[in-house]
């Protein structure tokens, strides 16, 4: 015993595991009787004469022959059919009259090997002698319920039927009851013989049933009750176990991580293979492969059947699962190429005591995993349908050793339906416990979701209380600003011009020319501040219309021209009142320089969009005069200076340029983005042309 096995069969119960063990174990003995009881159903017709002593006579000197064609069967032609040839092989098998050996039945080859050592041919013939008193008047029949692999049966060398192909491999009926009936008039009065020619295959496994001889409605009920009971429900249980691993392992292919299931459903495909043997007639692999295939499928299904009960218990077990390996596939391996004597004997007195050991283990654990309080309903279940299957298991085992009779035949097939119910049922459970998890986990979901809602409610609303706060904050702020801009460029322009007037008001003397200039530039300033308010503050075009306007009166009154060249001109970035203000400022001092000090005639304003190969383009203003300009004096009033600071304030460029033709005061403006890429001076079709004013007289 390895150290994994040592340790999950030697770890302490808990106290209070006891009752659930306790339990476990008054449910499984329950199972257990009922189960061995199950073992016990056998054939019993009422009313009919059961024959129970016969002459058996050995094929010991290869009398008949050993594989008997299937073409012979229903052919009309050949020279001797199926029944010729059955026929002369039992007469003269019964000629043999000092060699037959009386026997009662039921009788087993297996315990006669030694006083029969002609059996090992495994043919031979059972002779029963019948006397009946006057002719009878109703139909008989003749009720074979078990035999090993195939029989012929006559009556009074007339044949009744067979049981399938006695060709090799021959036809093997060890579930299959088989009921003759008896032609009228074939029973006569007094002696009549009852021929059973036996086909056994393997040998040891050959033996002959009590024979029922009875009115055929007598004995059609309970052969149909036998049959179903010995061979349909194994056909029934085989295809159930197929659908059952199909279904699991659809199951498992969804849900690969639960490896118990994909265990469970090879389990079910290797005990399906298995119990094929109970129902297959015709194996379609000479005999000693196809019992070779049932050790290795009953084996799988032991295997698996440990794997899948230690993942299932999410238990881990790498030692006893590696134990079984290294001894079952050497020995699975090894009776394959043994002789076939050699390989039954290992199968029936090593490998089938070894799996048993491995269903008490199984059946051990699980009692201990309950005593352990890990006892639930699904381990209840478990537990029953095992232990179902391990009295069963432990029955054929003793049918195998010839313990018991084995007329009435395997019983194992018989654990599935129980184990399948139980795993059903254990799915359905889970399946109702996930259900139910789901629901829960929606409802909380749904609780937790509406929550979620409410609280992301709530927190839109501060969050649009706390914008509207904001925004309330930046309109204030904004407010502020500009109350603050406007109180900065009355003080820097209209403040000025009234600090001026008052100093001058204040003196003995009063200049009225220099006052009323005073007063014009500071109507002007205000002008300028309440044009850089309005709508017009954002247009750059409007804006220059309004200061059209304001500056045609001064120049008429100068008698000077005013020419207008202005474009369709983009968005300017970032342009509001108080840039336009600035601008307007620049521009203002440019023509009242040029009406002041340039002795010009005419003033030109120009105004559009500039392209700049590689850059982004601009706006360009150009105020120009006809005048003297000032070549021979050095700028550097007041004026000038008050225009590059404007410039620079509102991120313009400004270019002062003067020859002895003129002035010219450039203003660039930065164009929005997107704004202006194809409109240059030449292209645009919206310029405004005009002249304004007249020569002075």
Known sequence: ????????????????????????????????????????????????????????????????????????????????????????????????????????????????????????????????SLDLGGNQPVLYGLYLPAINSNAAVFLNDVLLGWGGSFEQPVARNATRPMLFSIPAGLLREGRNWIDVYVVAEPVPRGFLDKLYLAPIEVLEAAYHEHGIFRHEIPRAIALSLLVISLFIGVLWFYRRRETE?????????????????????????????????????????VFLGVMFVHRFLHEAHPQVERLMLMIGVPVVLLCLVLPRTYAYLVVLYVWNPVLLVYGAYVLLFILHKIGQQYASRELYALVLAIAVIFIFASYDFTVQMGWRSQVNGMFLHFGAPVLMLSFTWILLRRFVSSLQATETYNRKLLTLNQELEQRVAERGRRIAESYETIRQFEQREVLLNERSRIMRDMHDGIGVYLTSMLRQLDTASIDREQLRDSARNALNDLRLMIDSLGNASTDLSAMLGMFRTRISAVLDACGMELEWAVDELPQVADFGPERALNLLRILQEAVTNAVKHSGSERVSLSAGTELQPGRSNRIKIEIRDNGKGFVDERPGGNGLKNMQYRAKKIQAELAVSSDGQGTSVTVYLPVAAGQGDSMTLAQSGGRLNGVAGTRKK
């Open 261 to 301: 299931y994909g265990l469970f459903a090879l389990a079910s495909l290797c005990w399906a293979v298995n119990a094929m043997d109970q129902f297959v007639v015709d194996i379609p692999l000479p005999v000693f492969y196809w019992d070779w295939l049932m050790m290795l499928s009953l084996s799988g299904f």
């Open 1 to 128: 015993m390895t150290a994994g096995v040592r340790t999950v069969l030697t770890r302490p119960f808990h106290v209070s595991g006891w009752f659930p063990l306790l339990m476990a174990l008054a449910g499984m003995l329950l199972v257990m009787v009922a189960a061995w009881q199950l073992t016990g159903i056998s054939f019993k017709p009422y009313d009919a004469l059961v024959l129970e002593q016969a002459a058996f006579y050995p094929d010991s000197g290869g009398v008949c022959s050993p594989s008997i064609s299937d073409s012979l069967a229903y052919a009309s032609d050949v020279p001797e059919p199926i029944a010729t040839q059955l026929l002369n092989c039992v007469r003269q098998l019964g000629r043999a009259g000092a060699q037959g050996r009386e026997v009662q039945l039921p009788h087993e080859w297996r315990t006669r090997t030694d006083s029969f050592p002609e059996l090992m041919s495994g043919r031979g013939l059972y002779r029963i």
